[in-house]
């Protein structure tokens, strides 16, 4: 992965995750007890260091030096973990987190969980965005004004079938390219859940079971999940704008 983040991308993602650092630990002990959790060193293999830990004159962490001295592939896990927003690399998330974060709370909390497991437990990752997508749509399902009622155990493929008919995707009225995204969210929904479902260790696996590992299949997904998610909240608030408040005439100044 180190080789798909820029030198460029690197110096600017180093700097928030400095100022990250020190506004969660806020001193040098802490600051220190915390890098030093993600280091490595092997004295057997030629004193092979994931990093350096780089220590100033009078004993205290380089913060800044140390940082530098992170592979890309090291930042970037220690950015998700302390939840420094990577829009270059991860570009719909940060947006995403921003437009759900108020509305769908419980979408938020799953999805911010899921972001922060990539790269520890890409299994985990997945089935959590799983299940915040789920949350959005089942919220925008409750819309008195849609027809489809959900009892609120339909599976992702369900609830992307309901919001999708609601969303009058399949209409006639249409072009085929309309009709043809339509599907294609409906696919990647459903792949989505498949992954979650026998792919994941959400669901009980045994050792001869594929188990996705590997956190860029967990960067793909997540990602994906923002995206769709995205789409779906705009198109909603689009065509089912919230109705503003009527004012009572009391509440109208008398000037």
Known sequence: ????????????????????VWDEFGSYKNVRNY???????????????????VIRDDKNIDLNAT??????????????????DTPDFIPSIPTFKNEIKSEYKTAYDTFTKAYKQIESDPSTAIGLANSALESIIKEILKDKRLKSKIKGNETLYQLSSAILKEF?????????????IGNSLLTANQAIEKLRSEKTNFHGKTNEDFLIEDALYAHFIVNSVATVGLFLNKFYKTKYPKSEPEIEEDDILPF
């Open 1 to 20: 992965m180190n080789e798909l983040i820029s030198p460029k991308y690197q110096m600017k993602l180093a700097a928030d995750v400095e100022k990250a």
């Open 168 to 180: 009058n995707f399949s209409s006639t009225e249409h072009p085929k390219e309309i009709k043809t």
């Open 35 to 53: 890098i030093e959790k993600w280091y490595e060193h092997d004295e057997q293999n030629y004193n092979w260091e994931n990093f350096r830990v």
């Open 67 to 84: 940082i530098h001295s992170m592979p890309g592939e090291i930042l970037l896990k220690v950015a998700i973990d302390l939840g420094v």
